[in-house]
């Protein structure tokens, strides 16, 4: 089953910059672990269109969608399950400004127990 390592403090330490930083014309994205298959990516609603895009640590583009984020906020949920282990990214970019958030996905081997009967 795949694991999502490192995601919810790469997310944590993210958003925790968002807190500390000032206004800026970023797009508030967040990426959320619904599963240990599903990630759900939430981009906020602003008057911009955007180009929401999933690439691998080959620069190979996964997924790519335009968007209009005028009306109402970008939701999408991605099965991450056929995904091999390695990092991705999600960019989201508007106008001239893109925000990166990175996704590792690794694969933990099955516990094994031993019971042994006297």
């Not at 993210?14 to 990426?31: G, N």
Request: net charge positive.
């Amino acid at each position: 089953m795949k694991k999502l390592l490192s995601l919810l403090l790469a997310l944590t330490v993210s958003a925790a910059s968002f807190a500390t930083q000032p206004a800026s014309t970023e797009p508030f994205t967040s990426v959320t672990a619904t599963s240990a298959s599903k990630v759900h990516l939430y981009v906020a609603q602003e008057a911009a269109k955007a180009s929401v895009a999933l690439w691998d640590a080959a620069g190979n583009q996964l997924y790519h969608e335009r968007v209009n984020l005028k009306n109402s906020p970008f939701r999408q949920n991605f099965d991450i399950s056929n995904l091999a282990d390695g990092t991705y990214q999600f960019t989201i970019s508007t106008g001239g400004s893109t925000v990166t958030k990175t996704l590792v996905v690794e694969t933990k081997p099955a516990q094994r127990s031993l019971e042994i009967k006297l």
